[in-house]
């Protein structure tokens, strides 16, 4: 008997510092919620979670493009510029008849939808040449990406800074395309959802379908997972890798075009860090910066547990400062965390 607990002994605490290294975020996030709540009890509050989830709606949008090139073992350092150049564009075209610095004062109101798909498609150009320049070319995605970072973030601020005004902020947007981003549907005067939260969970939906139910999916989980053995069978892997970029560009239209929608105006550097804290909240959601390995549920949990650290630190008035520091600290032990799991499985 005493040899079997002995046995047995060693198995448990196994058992734990698995399930420590499993769930060591979330763990961390619990605590910290805990920290914020007894500081300021008034921070769990049904108000403050539907502020969170507003916040988060367009972060998820950008996560689920950014997931999808990270399974695949890639990366794109031009997502943010992506989200800026969306923004500009879509509410350069939607701003109201009456506004005195309107950039095209000629322009009649356009069809709400026309200004919102042409920032995706421009997005999702940009994203087709990241695919195309990593898969035909096969240039490292660090480096393709960062390439047109800067390139994007050139053509936004040429058109950003063109005749009349010159590089002015971007307002007095049309009414519809501000409801779009601060409106919501009300229940009895007390519950409402806001608009982006619905378009931000019918996209969580579609990607779920995408990720998990087609080949398309089952080929990037592939293609992260051993490129050269999805090669083998029989995946396209250059056809994948260039579909992914694309729809990932366009994920960045959505997000960037709602974001302006949102905050009520654009300017050049806007969504400037946005594709960093896309990647932060990918692997803090367990997508594995090494590919192959992530889920949406996860994508979701990830952009949520970052939402709720930014709001929480600056409901409790911590110093900018520090919130960089907690968050950065948080982005590490999620990293090492993934790093060691990988050195385990292999």
Not at 45 to 52: D, E, G
Not at 83 to 91: E, I, K, N, R, T
């Given at each position: 008997m005493a040899a079997q607990n002995q046995v047995q002994g060693p198995s448990k605490i196994k058992q734990l510092q698995d399930f420590g290294?499993?769930?060591?975020i979330y763990l961390v996030f619990v605590v910290l919620v805990l920290v914020?709540?007894?500081?300021?009890?008034?921070?769990?509050?049904?108000?403050?979670?539907?502020?969170?989830?507003?916040?988060?709606?367009t972060r998820i949008i950008i996560a689920m493009g950014m997931g999808a090139i990270l399974i695949t073992g890639g990366v794109d350092l031009s997502a943010g510029r992506q989200?800026?150049?969306?923004?500009?564009?879509?509410?350069s075209l939607l701003q109201n008849l009456d506004y005195p610095r309107r950039m095209y004062p000629d322009m009649p109101i356009l069809p709400l939808l026309i200004p919102i798909l042409a920032a995706m498609a421009a997005c999702g150009i940009f994203g087709f040449l990241n695919g195309f320049f990593i898969a035909k070319l096969k240039l490292p995605a660090f480096i393709a990406t960062l390439g047109s970072m800067v390139a994007v973030y050139g053509v936004n601020s040429l058109y950003f800074d063109r005749p009349p005004y010159g590089a002015q902020p971007i307002g007095g947007l049309d009414r519809r395309f501000s409801t779009l981003g601060s409106g919501y549907i009300g229940f009895d005067g007390l519950y409402s959802i806001p608009y982006i939260v619905i378009i931000a969970v019918v996209v969580t939906l579609i990607t779920y379908v995408l990720f998990n139910k087609t080949t398309y999916g089952k080929n990037i989980y592939a293609i992260g997972g051993n490129a050269e053995a999805a090669k083998v069978s029989g995946v396209n892997v250059n056809r994948t890798l260039i579909l992914v970029y694309t729809i990932a560009g366009i994920l960045f239209g959505l997000g960037g075009t709602l974001e302006a929608a949102r905050t009520g105006g654009a300017t050049n550097n806007y969504g400037n860090g946005y594709e960093l804290d896309a990647i932060a909240a990918c692997v803090v959601g367990g997508v594995s910066n090494l590919g192959g390995i992530g889920t949406v549920p996860g994508i979701v949990i990830g952009v949520l547990i970052f939402s709720?650290?930014?709001?929480?630190?600056?409901?409790?008035?911590?110093?900018?400062?520090?919130?960089?520091?907690?968050?950065?600290?948080?982005?590490?032990?999620?990293?090492?965390?993934?790093i060691r799991k990988y050195?385990?499985?292999r």
């Open positions: 290294v499993q769930y060591a914020i709540a007894i500081k300021e009890p008034a921070f769990l509050s049904l108000n403050n979670f539907r502020n969170i989830l507003t916040m988060s709606a989200v800026g150049l969306a923004a500009v564009l879509s509410a709720v650290i930014n709001y929480g630190l600056t409901f409790i008035n911590m110093s900018p400062y520090w919130q960089q520091i907690v968050k950065g600290a948080i982005i590490i032990a999620a990293v090492a965390i993934d050195l385990k499985k």
